[in-house]
């Protein structure tokens, strides 16, 4: 009895998660999501542009300061930026079920490509054809990147001590071998002080 009570109401819970799959906006959270993560290559900070156009712009599913606040979460947290970036941003809209969804349609190219690439790249990774085509992507990557720092650059320093800041702190990483935690750490810190007073 119990055992009919509890498979009635999974019945009915996968009858109403595959009508929201289909119909709504959780599959419109991995379509979006398997789209950043099949042509985001290089990681979270080339992923940047792509992700403002698609959930800032198109989307509209949060502002362009909520994302770099989700972005710089994501990069103090455990896990790739692409992943924790899009669960963020999957459970703003949707709670968890839209957080797991995010995160599955972000990381499903990933495990899609890498599998075939797998197979493949032993027999070809020789080939100047393919040797030319890496040489492009990072070109690309590169390109990617800069654009984000420099739409970081102008979102996020928005007065003259955080120019400051962000001048020392350059310097610094550039100089010394310092772990990005403790830098992170520490400007946290310095931004709740800064705040407070």
Not at 166 to 189: C, D, E, G, P, W
Request: with cysteine; glycine share 6%; aromatic share 10%.
């Amino acid at each position: 009895m119990i055992l009919a009570y509890i498979l009635n109401i999974s019945q009915d819970f996968l009858v109403i998660f595959i009508y929201n799959l289909a119909m709504g906006l959780y599959l419109t959270l991995f379509t979006t999501f398997f789209k950043i993560g099949a042509f985001s290559f290089g990681g979270g900070y080339a992923m940047l542009p792509l992700l403002t156009r698609e959930i800032v712009d198109r989307k509209q599913w949060c502002s362009n300061e909520e994302l770099l606040d989700y972005f710089a979460i994501a990069q103090v947290t455990p896990g790739v930026i692409a992943v924790n970036t899009a669960t963020f941003i999957g459970y703003k809209q949707k709670k968890l079920l839209g957080g797991i969804i995010a995160t599955l349609g972000v990381i499903t190219p990933s495990i899609i490509i890498i599998i075939i690439l797998a197979n493949l790249i032993s027999n070809f990774n020789n080939l100047p054809i393919v040797i030319h085509a890496l040489n492009g992507i990072r070109i690309a990557v590169a390109v990617l990147m800069l654009s984000s720092i420099i739409k970081l650059y102008q979102q996020g320093i928005k007065d003259k001590l955080q120019l400051v800041i962000y001048f020392i702190v350059l310097i610094l990483v550039s100089l010394l071998t310092i772990n990005n935690i403790y830098i992170v750490i520490t400007l946290i810190i310095l931004g709740l002080v800064v705040k407070h007073e």
